[in-house]
């Protein structure tokens, strides 16, 4: 059974390189979903044809470009390849930071898109699993404060050791089937309607 093609999205606002461009992926063994003359709605145009990459072909990324990326990266993240002319290190950056995954100067070659492509997506998926693992501890950190948090009031305000508070937190929590910072928060919660 043959794996199914990936799914590109081409922005390019020359018509003329934009075809050449979709004839080149399409020999590269990629699908071309979709074409755009401009990134405006790209967040719509994501959304409507679930491409696995976004290919965006320009000389210079601009202000409306980037910030099109900006909401495509935080409403929903896709692996964006940028090939550009302009190679200059804050263009790059700000690229970067709207959410290119990858960006190459000189534009598209279609002996080495396919390859262009692969990398990018691997990194997206890279720094999305770290993202991941970064907002989990988050978390975690967020409600270790709040077990913390709990546990001084019970040994304060009910004269308990560390490890007496704690259990008395885990005991609660079990017998609720809630999580120890859903519970700290209750206990932190009723002692603020005691203050």
Known sequence: MEPSRLRVMLVDDDVERRALVATALADAGLDVAA?????HGLLHAVTHHAPDVIIIDIESPDRDIL????????????????FATQ??????????????????????SPGRVRAVVD???AR????ASL???????????VQ???VDRAKGLLMERGRRTEDDAYHALRKLAMDQN??????????????????
């Open 67 to 82: 910030e099109s990326m900006r909401c495509l990266s935080r409403d929903n993240p896709h692996p964006v390849v940028m």
């Open 35 to 39: 074409q755009l003359g401009t990134a």
């Open 119 to 121: 990398v990018a997506i």
């Open 131 to 141: 993202q991941r693992e970064l907002d989990q501890a988050r978390t975690s950190l």
């Open 124 to 127: 997206f998926r890279q720094h």
């Open 144 to 146: 270790r404060k709040v």
């Open 87 to 108: 190679s200059d290190s804050d263009t790059i950056r700000l690229a970067v930071e709207a959410g290119a995954s990858a960006y190459v100067v000189d534009g598209l």
């Open 178 to 195: 809630k999580t120890m910072a859903e519970v700290a928060q209750g206990v932190i919660d009723t002692a603020q309607l005691f203050r």
